[in-house]
């Protein structure tokens, strides 16, 4: 499955961005979807990952818990990060992934094995 991320800007702190990323191929619904960032000089981290179904399991990295939402359309092949009251550390390249590991790790960037191309974000203060 190859994937395209999109929404990127330039935003001040406290606005929101809404992430998609599209996936081609049939198969999308059979992955586990996550979005990971890496800011420069830092590696990349786990931003959030939603579950193949996306009506049961979603998990957060704890600084983006009750600003960031994970959510999919497995009929349109995307899957979305909303996020709001964004902070200049939030700011990174963003990058969406999939994977069929067990839920319990995916968290682990190392589990993903298609990866979008990224999308910047930058908040301002």
């Known amino acids: 499955v190859q994937l395209q991320a999109s929404g990127g800007g330039l935003v001040q702190a406290g606005d929101s961005l809404r992430l998609s990323c599209t996936a081609s191929g049939r198969t999308f619904r059979n992955f586990h979807a996550g979005w990971f960032r890496q800011a420069p000089g830092k590696e990349r981290e786990f931003v959030a990952a939603?579950?193949?179904?996306?009506?049961?399991?979603?998990r957060y990295q704890d600084s983006v818990k009750g600003r960031f939402t994970i959510s999919r359309d497995n009929v349109k092949n995307t899957v979305y990060l909303q996020m709001n009251s964004l902070k200049p550390e939030d700011t990174a390249v963003y990058y969406c992934?999939?994977?069929?590991?067990?839920?319990?790790?995916?968290?682990?960037?190392?589990?993903?094995?298609?990866w979008g191309q990224g999308t910047q974000v930058t908040v301002s203060s």
């Open positions: 939603i579950n193949r179904s996306g009506y049961a399991s979603t």
């Open positions: 992934a999939v994977t069929v590991v067990v839920w319990s790790y995916v968290d682990s960037a190392r589990y993903y094995t298609n």
